[in-house]
């Protein structure tokens, strides 16, 4: 068997750790791009870091080597995504680390974009550098659930969101229901609609809730201006809505929101993806679109927001779902949960 270095498996995990924390000052401007950070080591000292900003900008890779100079030569680079190996608008990152002559690159884990997919690699180890890959991949990753999942499968990475009550009611029963949760939990929605490529809403809260569905969060550590704004998508099978200028409700009165008009979701994720480059979906709606993702099994994530309150056995469900028997119930593995002011916030993995 192989000797294991565990001072060098410590180092390259302390070192990739920096250039993931790199790569989350990028997490709400990239889109469609994945955020990718990138550090350069020089005899255990960091000589350069960077990440990419904002789609059509360097990658993470051009500032972190900018940045260290000639102190990049026989150094080891650490970047949280497969460098790229295709020409797009901006050159390939895999090459400017060849003619910076570092000497070793660790990758977190390979970009299963068709157009990198291993490419970067094996450009790499081609012009003598020393490849590691597989460093802090799982937490590499979370980062960008969308973009890898879509790569994968076109599809995208789906995230339910409901905010309920103890006894799990989401509104009374004449439809009043802001605010059930914190100011704690509302901010904490900024941040899953500022990383979202599309919010997808019924067309029913439309017109009960009148939402804006946008990214106004001043919390963010980027202006809101700067945050890509999510595609809108309106279920809308009865045609009950349509763009105007002069319409009561604000999501219409926008010219770029999209009227899905089919019962079909699962076209609807592939068609974001295909068409809109939007891989990572919010859907923030009522009881029946939510009940409808989750017994089609679109949901990657659910997230509650549960408020310390109850509102009583005639308020609104958070989900219109009847299961006949125990058999057919939907169970979820708690991946996380944490207090948001006053309220608990549950992020759970479909099982």
Known sequence: ??????????????????????????????????????????TEEVVGQGFHPKAGEP???????????????GATAYVTLEPCSHTGRTPPCAL??????????????????????????????????????????????????GFLKAMRT?????????ATS????????????????????REDVQKIRARSGA?????????ADDPQLNVRSNQLGVLPEKIPSPQIVVLDRRQRLEHSAQSDYQL???????????DDLTDLLATLVRDHQCYDVLVEAGAGVAGSFLSQQLVDELIVYQAPCLLGDQARPMVNFNPIS????????????EKLGSDLKLTLLPL
């Open 199 to 207: 919010i997808i809403t019924g067309s029913e809260t439309v017109i």
């Open 1 to 42: 068997m192989p000797t294991i270095n565990h001072s060098q498996d410590a180092q390259d995990r302390y070192f990739m750790m920096l250039a993931i924390e790199q790569a989350k000052l990028g997490l709400y401007t990239t889109r469609p791009n994945p955020v990718v950070g990138c550090v350069i080591v020089q």
């Open 59 to 73: 990658h993470a890779e051009v500032f972190a080597l900018k940045e260290a100079g000639d102190r990049a030569v």
């Open 166 to 185: 103890l006894d799990g009611r989401t509104a009374m029963a004449s439809g009043e229901s802001k605010w059930i949760t914190s100011n704690a939990a």
């Open 96 to 145: 400017a680390l060849i003619k910076a002559n570092v000497k070793r690159v660790v990758i977190a884990g390979l970009d299963p974009n068709p157009q990198v997919a291993g490419r970067g690699v094996k450009l790499l180890k081609q012009a003598g550098i020393e490849v590691t890959v597989g460093i802090l991949t799982e937490q590499a990753e979370a980062l960008n659930r």
């Open 154 to 162: 076109q599809m995208p990475y789906v995230r339910l969101k409901i």
């Open 252 to 262: 219409c009165r926008r010219t770029d929101t999209i009227y899905w008009r089919t």
């Open 326 to 337: 125990l058999a057919q119930q939907l169970r979820f593995d708690i991946y996380n949960y």
